[in-house]
């Protein structure tokens, strides 16, 4: 499982947490509530304006007690805010460590079956943009299976083999780069070829709805991002187009 930084897929109890959330949730709220019990029938206004001469022992043991209640929440939701952030693995993956499992039994199957849980699963690998993943899955195993014959391998299994991730990410990278130049001059290549300046304006919205497109499904950009990639592709093809004009009058 430690041959590859995909397979490090563990549960994420979703469940459990939001259960523990709850219950440490009402129990400060249980406090809360003989907190202000105690204040409201507090027959000294004096031990309520000050915390030194308060002699109100009930007051000080809930006050104790809410202390610790909401150091654990905040941990329980800070906990609960990191496991949520992971992502999911992908279904390759947890279909692989689990053959991987069932042909090699060394781990007891109780302890192996929460790979089942396909829902509350998570991931520690760190994941590349949607296009890179998708390249990296399908294309790129191939590819580096064929160039690294004769490396040695990761696994003392001649059946399983298993790539370093560095060289499937910098093949997806070397197949995804002439595509993007692609993407980004063939617009220019098109203007260049256009005398009609509502071609060109034609040419130069389809394009940048095509970028902005390309972007919004490859990657795992932010609308923020979007609008600003967008905005400054439009902004170097308004330019080009506009020198282009120049120069030719």
């Known amino acids: 499982m430690a041959a590859h930084d995909a397979f490090h897929i563990f549960r994420r109890f979703s469940g459990l947490r939001t259960r523990l959330l709850l219950l ?68 390759k ?30 991931t520690l690998s760190s994941m590349e943009d949607g296009v890179v993943k998708w390249l990296e899955r399908t294309v790129c195993d191939k590819i580096v299976c064929h160039l ?20 499937t990410v910098t093949v997806a990278r070397a197949i995804l780069s002439p595509l993007i130049a692609f993407l980004l ?6 203007c260049n070829l256009i005398e009609s300046m ?14 902005v497109l390309c972007v919004c499904l490859l990657t795992n950009a932010r609308t923020v991002d979007l609008a600003v990639a967008g905005a400054t592709y439009t902004t170097i093809m308004v330019v080009f187009i506009e020198g282009k004009n120049t120069v030719a009058s």
């Open 24 to 91: 440490a949730q009402d129990e400060i709220v249980d406090l809360e509530e003989q907190l202000n019990l105690v204040d409201h029938t507090e027959k000294s206004p004096l031990f309520l304006a000050s915390r030194r001469e308060d002699k109100n022992e009930e007051r000080k043991t809930i006050i104790s007690k809410l202390r610790t209640s909401l150091a654990a929440y905040d941990e329980l939701l800070e906990g609960s805010q990191r496991a949520l952030a992971y992502e999911r693995p992908h279904e």
């Open 185 to 190: 001059l063939a617009p220019v290549v098109i």
């Open 148 to 167: 690294g014959k004769g490396s040695e391998p990761k696994s003392r299994d001649p059946r399983v083999h298993i790539f370093p991730r560095s060289s």
């Open 198 to 211: 509502a071609a060109r304006l034609v040419v130069m919205v389809g394009a940048t709805v095509i970028f």
């Open 93 to 122: 993956y947890t279909s692989s460590l689990q053959h991987w499992l069932a042909g090699n039994a060394c781990i007891a199957r109780k302890e192996t079956a929460f790979l089942k849980n396909d829902d509350d699963l998570l």
